[in-house]
């Protein structure tokens, strides 16, 4: 029973989490892109902080959740275990991407280190490396709601 309601949670937490990635990449990073380059550096100060402010604790929920559900599968013995080990991995491996690249490229961003003409380059990488965050994100929620309708 603990399991189930663990693999609802961790499919609305991706959900939540897969459709804010969604929304920073289709709605946000476009913006920014289209932003004069001193611009961007004299926004994101202030803009930075607040998305970090919403999306760690997001981040964090959404990666310790899958996890917990997935030792509880393994305690339990659940069918689910394998989807919930797939999940799990997933999540932290988004959860790497977030201290191997994004940690420093938003300090960069926060304090202009960038500079004006790095800026461009850095902001399509920038997008590159969180498309694929976005893409692993949703595996994992689709793979989650897999283990919702396994039998």
């Not at 189930?4 to 892109?33: K, M, N």
């Not at 994101?44 to 959404?62: D, M, N, Q, S, V």
């Not at 380059?121 to 969180?130: T, Y």
């Not at 949703?138 to 039998?151: M, N």
Request: proline share 5%; net charge neutral; aromatic share 12%.
């Amino acid at each position: 029973m603990l399991a189930e309601i663990l693999q609802i949670l961790t499919s609305l937490i991706l959900g939540l989490f897969v459709g804010s990635l969604l929304t920073e990449g289709a709605i946000l990073v476009p913006y920014w892109r289209t932003l004069e380059p001193k611009v961007f550096l004299e926004l994101h100060p202030t803009l930075g902080p607040k998305l970090y402010r919403y999306f760690a604790p997001l981040t964090i929920t959404a990666t310790m959740l899958p996890v917990t559900t997935t030792g509880v599968c393994l305690w339990t013995g659940s069918t689910t275990l394998w989807l919930s080990i797939i999940t799990a991995v997933l999540v932290l491996v988004i959860l790497g991407i977030y201290f191997m690249y994004f940690k420093a490229a938003n300090t960069s961003f926060e304090t202009g280190s960038v500079g004006i003409d790095g800026l461009p380059a850095e902001l399509q990488r920038w997008a590159n490396w969180h498309w694929l965050r976005t893409v692993l994100g949703i595996v994992a929620f689709f793979i989650s709601l897999l283990a919702l309708v396994d039998p």
